[in-house]
């Protein structure tokens, strides 16, 4: 044998052993290769979106911020712009790039730095659902063969599905959706060819090319993908040179709402979804909820609610600058570093420069300058631990050089306001009788500097408000609107070795003797409802306030009466709306419906079959009608009766600051122990609103501070812009009601017509004689059908217990006022 051929064999057989060696390599480290096949079912992470009834997204929740799109409804411009960033011959490969690997590997050869990797798309759609991200050849082998065995597999339409959908382009968005929305708040067929082109170059590296940190970086990486696809002749040398022309402006559009001032109610939402359904379907299942929401009564009352929070504080004084500042030092530095706390956009942080007699100049974060007149800084009279400082009178009276201070702009330019946050929070939420739909709700002056829900979390004595469920349980007994209980003196024992309890009426000694209930009611006379509580019995009183929601179980002490025991202001406002929509049972809810990834519906609030509500067309048959499947919680007669009284607290009682909305209102002031809490409940014919302002702490409000000054201001311009276009509806009478013209403060029967009357609502057989009563009772048509039986008669008017029931009485006073 010649030496030639024993080489020769050497080689083969060294070659031999390589290919063994190299094949038991390549079997070795694909033995354990993952299933492509659930590729198949791919199903990504997707962010769950909140919608308002009117379609306007209000909230998103999600881990990785996607929005899934079919293949097909990508446009050819995005995905032309991707294909020549990363693969400009994926149509035409088996999976891998043999020439791109070659070109790789040669540059890697000549150079020191991180490998190249030259994957392909379906290489890096491999690496992002089956492996990972470490820089090693047997991941890289790995990779070829999946890639490879997915092309074999899938068509190249269903592999860029997967990449678009899947793959990270920064901020936290994954897939080319929601980038788009992320960097120019667009969608996908909205953007510009040189923000395809921008988007398209971020796989390579997300942070390298941010177009905030690195802009420059940015638009080079931007332009040489511009000038892959002219070479890939996607477009024309024009269009690559003018794209490449454009600066990169991203409209960055923050995660979660679009809406304004919603994040009380999306918060809500989220810990309803999360209780239901798990935090996986929350944050991963792309959700769609569509809300009870109505963002125009929600921006009214978030408005509201912190014009009210804000007025409340100016009567209570100013407290100081946030901070001070040495004026003539290097000032600028320590002002960047103040924090803005307060929650609110359109406040701003800034210091004051000097004064005028008529304005303080000041200098804002960033370096703009305006003034405060003297007429926005008049209210900040100085207080410190009570003690009033001197009146305004000029602006150095009350801020120096060197203070800083929130301000909020004016119309006029330049002009700014004094602001500061005030200690005192609350709560304004709005529901529709007839739905239970809340469509507003807001739980506090600014989630910003507050995320505490004051509508659905904060457990408050609801005050006088409560006191129109012991009129309606006197009511539902018999007991007439003109029924006379004793407003005098009371005393009741508690129980031995305890002081006797009496409550007071909110101004001590002023007492009505004999009054109707009625009367009781509009003046919100403490006494009169305790006797009357007293002489009914707890026991009746707390099954209706359980049965309509405002407790679930209400301790059976005569105190109750007032309103001493804790509940929400949501379920205060339920209760009322069940009053106006006829005494039917309502579930607050602030979510209408819920839809899987899939468009399927998985939740409806509203459970009742409509049978024709899927008609083709119309042919001018009568719009269908859904059959009431709310439970009668109270006799509507008596609904109705409440509801005229509750009207009455408007026209002549507490509630009078109401008035002059000028449209059928009706509700409720209430003020607890020692003023902690302040309400005001009320409604329309069609939309109950409840307000509550109180102190965190439990600290009281300050002398005073009653509902009709703290809360129902804030009800007021609420209804008075809610109600705005909407024609001045009475509320509705239900069947079975006998109205009687009566003296509005004695409850005398009075021709009609007479100064000083109203007409009073009865139940059959209940009126006091027939002497000037209407010839019929009156048809308040189908709104509430199905009453029973005439209801038993009162009891003598004016009559008060002999003997005292066995009631429990409680701790404390209860509603003031």
């Not at 999976?95 to 790789?104: E, H, K, L, M, N």
């Not at 320590?334 to 307060?342: G, P, Q, T």
């Not at 899939?598 to 939740?603: D, I």
């Amino acid at each position: 044998m010649s030496f030639k051929k024993i080489v020769l064999g050497g080689v083969a057989a060294v070659f031999a052993v390589g290919v063994l060696l190299a094949g038991s390599y390549v079997y070795w480290v694909t033995r354990d290769l993952p299933s492509y096949e659930t590729l198949a079912h791919y199903e990504p992470p997707i962010t769950s979106r909140v919608y308002a009834g009117n379609g306007l997204l209000i909230g998103e929740y999600a881990r990785e911020r996607r929005i899934f799109v079919p293949v097909a409804a990508v446009p050819d411009l995005v995905k032309q712009a991707f294909l020549s960033a990363e693969d400009k011959n994926f149509y035409s490969h088996p999976g891998i790039d043999v020439f791109g690997i070659t070109r790789a590997v040669i540059n890697d050869l000549r150079t020191s730095g991180r490998p190249q990797g030259a994957s392909t798309i379906t290489q890096q759609v491999a690496r992002n659902f089956l492996l990972t991200n470490e820089v090693k050849i047997s991941r890289k082998i790995r990779e070829m063969i999946l890639a490879m065995r997915i092309d074999a597999a899938f068509t190249k339409d269903q592999v860029l599905e997967l990449y678009l959908n899947e793959i990270f382009l920064g901020e936290n968005a994954y897939g080319v959706a929601a980038a788009a929305m992320v960097y120019f708040s667009k969608s996908l067929d909205q953007l510009t060819l040189a923000e395809a082109a921008f988007i398209a170059g971020l796989p390579k590296a997300p942070s390298n090319y941010s177009p905030v940190r690195r802009k420059e970086a940015a638009i080079i990486r931007r332009n040489y993908v511009l000038s892959q696809m002219e070479e890939n002749g996607y477009i024309t040398r024009e269009e690559e040179l003018a794209a490449a022309k454009e600066d990169i402006v991203t409209i960055r559009r923050p995660f979660g709402a679009v809406a304004a001032d919603v994040d009380y109610f999306v918060e809500e939402v989220r810990r309803t979804l999360n209780t239901q359904y798990g935090n996986k379907a929350l944050y991963d299942g792309g959700l769609q909820v569509r809300s009870t929401l109505d963002t125009r009564l929600q921006n009214i009352a978030v408005r509201e609610l912190r014009a009210g929070l804000i007025a409340y504080d100016h009567r209570h004084g100013w407290r100081g600058p946030l901070a001070k500042l040495n004026p003539k030092a290097d000032w600028a530095p320590e002002l960047e570093k103040v924090a803005n706390k307060s929650g609110i956009p359109s406040w701003r942080i800034a210091m004051v420069e000097g004064a005028t007699p008529t304005a303080a100049t000041i200098v804002l974060q960033g370096g703009a300058k305006g003034q405060i007149p003297l007429t926005e800084i008049k209210w900040a009279r100085l207080r410190t631990n009570g003690a009033w400082g001197p009146e305004v009178a000029k602006p150095a009276d009350a801020l120096k050089p060197g203070d800083v201070v929130y301000v909020e702009a004016l119309k006029d330019a330049g002009t700014y306001t004094l602001r500061q946050i005030p200690t005192v929070n609350g709560a304004i939420v709005a529901v529709d009788p007839f739905t239970g739909h809340v469509v507003a709700l807001s739980g506090g002056f600014s989630y910003g500097s507050s995320q505490f829900d004051r509508a659905m979390q904060a457990m408050r004595q609801p005050g006088s408000t409560f006191k129109p469920f012991v009129y309606a349980a006197a009511l539902d007994q018999g007991y007439t609107p003109v029924t006379k209980v004793l407003d005098a003196p009371f005393a009741i024992p508690q129980g031995p070795g305890l002081p006797m309890w009496a409550p007071d009426n909110y101004e001590t000694g002023e007492y009505l003797g004999l009054a109707t209930l009625r009367r009781g009611v509009e003046l919100s006379h403490n006494v009169m409802t305790a006797r009357l509580a007293n002489t009914i019995g707890m026991s009746s009183i707390a099954d209706l306030s359980e049965k309509m929601g405002v407790y679930e179980n209400l301790p059976e002490l005569l105190s109750n009466s007032l309103g001493s025991e804790v509940t929400t202001l949501l379920k205060v406002t339920t209760g009322y709306a069940e009053f106006v929509n006829g005494g039917r049972k309502l579930e607050p809810t602030l979510i209408d419906r819920v839809q899987d990834r899939h468009g399927k519906t998985v939740y409806r609030f509203d459970k009742r079959d409509c049978k024709d509500c899927n008609q083709a067309e119309w042919t001018g048959q009568e719009e269908p009608l859904l059959e009431e499947n709310q439970p009668q919680v109270l006799d509507p007669r008596t609904a109705y009766q409440v509801v005229s009284i509750l009207e009455g607290v408007v026209q002549r009682g507490t509630g009078a600051t109401v008035r002059s909305v000028g449209k059928p209102l009706a509700g409720k002031t209430g003020t607890s122990s020692d003023y902690r809490d302040a309400w005001f409940v009320g409604f329309s014919p069609d939309l109950a609103v409840g307000v509550y302002v109180g102190n965190d702490n439990f600290q009281t409000l300050g002398t005073g501070e009653q509902g009709a000054l703290a809360a129902a201001p804030i009800f007021r311009e609420f209804m008075r812009e809610a109600l705005a276009d909407q024609p001045a509806t009475p509320f509705r009478i239900p069947q079975g009601v006998v109205l009687m013209p009566v003296n509005a403060r004695t409850g005398a029967v009075v021709a009609q017509g007479t100064p000083g009357s109203i007409l009073e609502a009865f139940k059959p057989g209940t009126e006091p004689g027939s002497a000037g009563a209407l010839n019929a009772v009156l048809d308040g048509g189908e709104e509430f059908p199905g009453l029973g039986g005439p209801a038993p008669p009162p009891p003598p008017a004016g009559s008060a217990p002999s003997t005292v029931i066995n009631t429990t009485i409680g701790s404390g006073t209860g509603g003031l006022y």
